[in-house]
């Protein structure tokens, strides 16, 4: 072998060696990054749209993108600094209450005889369903969710600061990105993949800017109803209805659970289980008669056991944040996937 | 020299988009539209390395945009029923492939790198990005664009009717 060739295969593995570590380094660093890349993917998807738009009016995209992070760290702010104090101290008075009640030996968590149906036989449905018994898994529960999240606070404030820095940089340096991505595409299929990244950009873009509309509407329509009916904490009520509400078919199930249980454990300062009930499906009534068919015009319809299978998947690998982002990552694949199959038929690849 | 942080991030290297636009203005298609309308595109075209032989684009496929030569040279060859016919030989500075940029039609003809070559493409989805972000530099390219289209139209029109004439006289004098 002569030296020359000797010196290119040294080359060649060196090149595909530096590839395979990169690939390696990657699939290593996704467990981690996943989560904060797909926030930051989110990001950019609901806020390019805005910055664009101002770029078109002059602003230059590094001053929108400070502006809405400065809109978007004094509202993390606010909740930090003002909203959850205020919701601790108002639940103290709830919580001193309740230790109260739950050293008084006659304490009981449900009254049987108050509950429909069961008011029947309530000695027999006490033996049964022992209410104690539950208010011990779930204080156990919660427990060991609350601990969960304390082993987590490393991983949620790196999470706060890459965050912030890939969404900086998706909404500053988008089109370099792209036009980079594209440089690595082969010339045979260049002009295909432009068209395929323009559809599909376009599709998600308008798929999470809708779903974004649809629980900020949401929110508010909840939150104004439960204000009505005298609901404690109903912004937060509202909130959570709204973000529920992202999740297509369980997602305003899983919404109605938290007023709900809140005001079957403290009837005393919340409104009648009617009246939380009445304001879901007021809520559930604007958002499927006005909301969807207005905002979410082309909205990516899914089959609802891809949803569960989805949310149980995303579950399982992500937690809570893999459950709440497993339905708008199952939508981009659908689309990108429907967009490249199209095109690669339409450029007779395939 | 080492620039701080916050330079590095918000100034970028100008140089290729500078050599670009300077290319640009030299072309027929870009000719005379504004300073800031040739930076804009130069950010947003894509540089396509060819080598000799290898094919820009085939006939029949699916098209999106215009190419400009910057450097090598392209010919341009079209078939139909088996007859292969040679349409054009560009170099640099010259352009191919712009009604795609208006139409989601197949090629009309192929387009192969007689020499290793540099390709400019500018293609549909730059279009429609610059028309949303930046309406005015989008519309001094849609006037620029039209403008070609129109010139082209005009010639085409005038060997029509110079073809017509010349049948028709020809017939005349049968």
């Not at chain 1, 440089?183 to 990244?197: A, G, K, T």
Request: proline share 5%; hydrophobic share 50%; glycine share 6%.
């Amino acid at each position: 072998m002569k030296a020359s060739q000797l010196s290119e295969v040294i080359l060649r593995f060196s090149f595909f060696g530096l590839v395979a570590i990169t690939i390696l380094i990657g699939i290593i660093g996704i467990k981690f990054l996943a989560i904060p890349l797909l926030i930051s993917g989110i990001h950019f998807y609901i806020f390019h749209s805005i910055v664009d738009h101002l770029e078109s009016r002059g602003v230059p995209r590094s001053a929108t993108i400070l502006l809405i992070f400065g809109f978007l760290i004094s509202f993390a702010y606010w909740i930090v600094g003002f909203y959850l104090p205020g919701l601790f101290e108002s639940a103290q008075p709830i919580i001193a209450d309740w230790s109260q009640k739950m050293d008084d030996p006659n304490f009981q968590l449900i009254d049987f005889n108050k509950l429909p149906i069961l008011s029947k036989n309530p000695e027999l449905w006490k033996k049964i369903i022992k209410p104690e018994d539950i208010a011990k898994i779930a204080t156990s529960s919660l427990e060991t969710f609350l601990q969960d999240l304390v082993v987590m606070i490393p991983t949620f404030i790196s999470w706060m600061i890459i965050i912030p820095i890939i969404s900086f940089f998706l909404l500053l340096d988008a089109n370099l990105i792209y036009k980079t991505m594209i440089s690595f595409i082969p010339n045979r299929f260049f002009e295909m993949f432009l068209m395929v990244f323009y559809r599909t950009n376009q599709q998600i873009t308008s798929y999470l800017k809708s779903l974004v509309i649809q629980c900020g509407i949401m929110a508010t329509v909840a939150s104004f109803g439960f204000f009505l009916v005298g609901m404690n904490q109903f912004f937060l009520f509202g909130c959570i209805l709204g973000i529920a509400n992202s999740v297509p078919y369980i997602g305003p199930l899983l919404g109605v659970i938290p007023p709900l249980l809140f005001s079957l454990l403290f009837p005393e300062i919340s409104p009648g289980l009617g009246s939380v009930l009445a304001v879901v499906g007021v809520a559930q009534l604007v958002d499927n008669a006005i909301v969807q068919p207005v905002v979410i015009a082309n909205a990516v319809s899914l089959h609802p056991l891809a949803i569960l299978v989805g949310i149980a998947v995303g579950g399982n690998f992500f937690g809570i944040f893999g459950m709440l982002l497993a339905i708008p990552v199952i939508s981009i694949l659908k689309v990108t996937i429907g967009i490249l199959y199209e095109s690669l038929k339409e450029n007779q690849i395939i | 020299m080492q620039l701080p942080l916050w330079k590095s991030i918000l100034k970028r290297d100008d140089n290729p988009i500078t050599e670009i636009s300077a290319f640009l203005r030299e072309t027929a298609i870009f000719q005379g539209m504004s300073r800031r309308t040739l930076r804009e595109v130069a950010r947003l075209i894509h540089k396509r390395k060819y080598y000799a032989g290898e094919t820009i684009f085939f006939q029949s496929q699916a098209g999106t945009g215009v190419y400009l030569i910057l450097s090598g040279k392209v010919e341009i060859t079209s078939q139909r029923e088996g007859v292969t016919l040679k349409l054009a030989e560009l170099e640099k500075g010259a352009f191919f492939g712009e009604l795609a940029l208006f139409q989601d039609f197949p090629r009309s003809a192929t387009a192969v790198a007689i020499t290793d070559s540099i390709l400019l493409g500018f293609f549909q989805p730059e279009l429609k990005t610059l028309l949303e972000t930046k309406p005015r530099i989008g519309n001094e390219l849609l006037l620029g664009f039209a403008g070609i289209i129109a010139d082209r139209l005009r010639k085409t029109n005038d060997t029509l009717e110079a073809a017509y004439f010349k049948s028709k006289k020809e017939k005349l004098k049968a």
